[in-house]
């Protein structure tokens, strides 16, 4: 829910935020976006119990994205693993597939899970709940959130009380501006709206990292690049080799018209390439950036 709302702070309008009880809503959410699963005051973390209850309203879940959301391509369900209600999701998702084809929805399903951090795993039933709602969604796409790296990234910047909010935030802006920059044209290259379907669409394990590369002259820019992504993103860093990637760069135009830097940038897109089967690329050119901005997604990770 705390998630949904940074989503919904960004103006991603058709969003809903669905529980079985009022207490875990948060606060400033217009009721208009608010799904309380009737006859359910919590499931307890207990993740069966949840599927029953879930299942039980599935009629009331499928009403409300009908007529709350209208006609969509995409359906995109944050689930907080751990909890009763989150890692209990996976009951709905004929509901979520039945209702992306009544609307005649040309995309598919896509968690977005978090993962408790050390410290909540230290209860067995957490632990148990957050593996249980990823093996659920293993098969399908989807983005693993780890909090004990968002809380590492974060540690020191932040109070405790900001931490989240700040976590989730970052992620929601940095979602946003993939799908931003899909639209957008490039005198250079372009990372189309079908290239994103295709990242979007594959099945396993999708990562997404950003970072910011002051001197884009230096040596290695590839590397760097690939090395700065995995190791300050939310996500697990990745293993092995995903079938589909798509690296996106954002650079002055200074940058662009730099030969030294565009040969550096050639040979990124062709190093963080030859780490995928296939790769897409943009190169986008936006006034007044600091620096190189890189943006790294890879899809079909199995494990």
């Known amino acids: 829910g705390k998630l949904a709302k940074a989503f919904l702070d960004l103006g991603f309008n058709k969003t809903l935020l669905i529980n079985t ?14 799904v309380l699963i009737p006859d359910a005051d919590g499931v307890g973390k ?5 599927k029953r209850v879930l299942d039980n309203a599935s009629a009331v879940v ?22 009763g209600t989150g890692s209990a999701c996976s009951a709905l998702h004929p509901v979520f597939e039945r209702y992306l084809k009544s609307v005649q929805g040309e995309g598919r399903v896509v968690y977005i899970v978090s993962w408790p951090s050390a ?6 039933t957490i632990g148990k709940n957050a593996l249980s709602l990823l093996n659920d969604v293993a098969n399908y796409p989807h983005i693993l959130l780890d909090n004990e790296r968002q809380i590492k990234l974060l540690r020191g910047k932040v109070g405790m009380l900001n931490m989240y909010p700040v976590a989730n935030s970052a ?12 639209s957008e044209q490039s005198p250079i290259q372009s990372f189309d709206s ?13 990562f997404l990292g950003s970072t910011l590369v002051v001197d884009p002259t230096a040596a290695g820019l590839g590397a760097t690049i690939f090395q700065n992504c995995s190791t300050r993103s939310p996500c697990p860093i990745p293993q092995g080799k995903p079938s589909t ?15 030294e830097i565009s040969k550096h940038m050639d040979a990124a897109i062709s190093y963080v390439g030859g780490r995928t089967t296939t790769l897409f690329s943009g190169v986008y050119i936006k006034d007044e950036v600091p620096g190189l901005v890189a943006i790294l997604c890879m899809s079909g990770l199995k494990e």
Request: with cysteine; charged share 25%; glycine share 12%.
């Open 171 to 182: 992620f929601a802006k940095l979602l946003s501006q993939i799908f931003k920059l899909s």
């Open 194 to 206: 079908k290239d994103l379907e295709k990242c979007l669409a594959t099945n396993g394990r999708i």
């Open 245 to 259: 990637g798509a690296m996106l760069l954002v650079v002055s135009p200074g940058m662009a018209s730099d030969p």
């Open 62 to 83: 499928e009403d409300a994205l009908r007529t709350k959301l209208g006609k969509v391509d995409w359906l995109f369900v944050l689930a907080g693993g751990g909890g």
């Open 21 to 34: 009880t009022a207490k875990d809503q948060p606060a400033g959410v217009d009721p208009q976006h608010l």
């Open 46 to 50: 207990d993740v069966d119990n949840g």
């Open 119 to 124: 410290q909540e795993l230290l209860n067995p």
